[in-house]
C-alpha cells in the first residue's frame, strides 16, 4: 500500500539554526499538510498546502515556517531559525480528494529536537 | 479555536476485555476519523465515518456517528496486547485540514 515517507526520522539542532524536514507524499494524493505533536500532546495542525499555495494555516504556522514543493515529489517545511519549543514530532500527510472529508495519511515523522 | 475532547485521557484493561472511548465537539462535524498512534510513529487512520448515525466496523473495531453529529464512538472488542496505543479523533472543521482531540492513552494488561 502506499505511503507517505519523512526524512529524516530525528533530526538535532543548534537552537537558531535553519532545518528543513522533508516529505514525499503518496503520488496521486493533491492536498499535503504539515502537524506537528509536542511529546505527550495532541497532534496540532500547521498548514495545509494544494496546487503550490498554502490553503490554510494555523497560529502556530509563523514568519519563521515556510513550506515547499520543489519538484513533483517532495514536499518540504522549514523552520528557519530554531527555538527551543520547536522540538517535537513534525508529521506530513496528504489526502487525495478535495472533497472535506477525504481522510489524512500520515507519514512516520520527524523527531526534531532543538538544543 | 474548534476543540475535541475525548475521554477517557487513559485507560488500564485486561487483555481480552472491551474498550470504549468517546470523542465530542461543541459544534457539528461532517465526518469523525478515528486514528491510532503507536509509540514513535504517526497516526494511522482506522476508521472514517460521513454520515450521523453510522456504525462502522473494521476488525474488532467499531465506531459510531454521533446523531447529534457532536459526538463519536470507539469501541474495541476482546483487547489484545498489540491494541496498546493513543487513539486520535479527528474532524474537519471547516475547509481542508483537521483538528485532533488530545487522544485516549490505552494500555492493556496481560
Known amino acids: 500500500e502506499p505511503e507517505v515517507t519523512q526524512t529524516p526520522s530525528h533530526q538535532v539542532t543548534q537552537m537558531g539554526q535553519e532545518v528543513i524536514l522533508r516529505c514525499v507524499p503518496i503520488s496521486n494524493h493533491l492536498y499535503f499538510y504539515w502537524y506537528r505533536q509536542i511529546l505527550g500532546q495532541k497532534v496540532e495542525f500547521l498548514v495545509s498546502?494544494?496546487?503550490?499555495?498554502?490553503?490554510?494555516k494555523s497560529e502556530i504556522f509563523d514568519d519563521q515556517f515556510s513550506v515547499e514543493r520543489p519538484d513533483g515529489s517532495n514536499f518540504t517545511l522549514k523552520i528557519r531559525s530554531t527555538k527551543l519549543e520547536d522540538s517535537a514530532m513534525y508529521f506530513c500527510?496528504?489526502?487525495?480528494?478535495?472533497?472535506?472529508?477525504?481522510?489524512?495519511?500520515f507519514g512516520n515523522g520527524t523527531r526534531l529536537t532543538v538544543t | 479555536g474548534q476543540q475535541l475532547n475525548q475521554s477517557p485521557q487513559s485507560m488500564f484493561i485486561q487483555e481480552g476485555e472491551d474498550v470504549s472511548m468517546n470523542c465530542t465537539s461543541s459544534s457539528i462535524f461532517n465526518t469523525w476519523l478515528w486514528y491510532k498512534q503507536d509509540p514513535g510513529e504517526g497516526p494511522v487512520l482506522l476508521i472514517a465515518l460521513y454520515k450521523a448515525g453510522e456504525l462502522t466496523s473494521n476488525g474488532r473495531l467499531t465506531a459510531q456517528f454521533g446523531i447529534t453529529r457532536k459526538d463519536s464512538f470507539l469501541n474495541i472488542s476482546a483487547s489484545i496486547p498489540s491494541d496498546v496505543g493513543i487513539y486520535f479523533c479527528?474532524?474537519?472543521?471547516?475547509?481542508?485540514?483537521?483538528?485532533f482531540g488530545p487522544g485516549t492513552r490505552l494500555s492493556v494488561l496481560p
Open positions: 498546502f494544494y496546487n503550490n499555495e498554502i490553503s490554510e
Open positions: 500527510a496528504s489526502k487525495r480528494l478535495s472533497s472535506y472529508n477525504s481522510p489524512l495519511h
Open positions: 479527528a474532524g474537519p472543521p471547516h475547509g481542508q485540514n483537521f483538528v
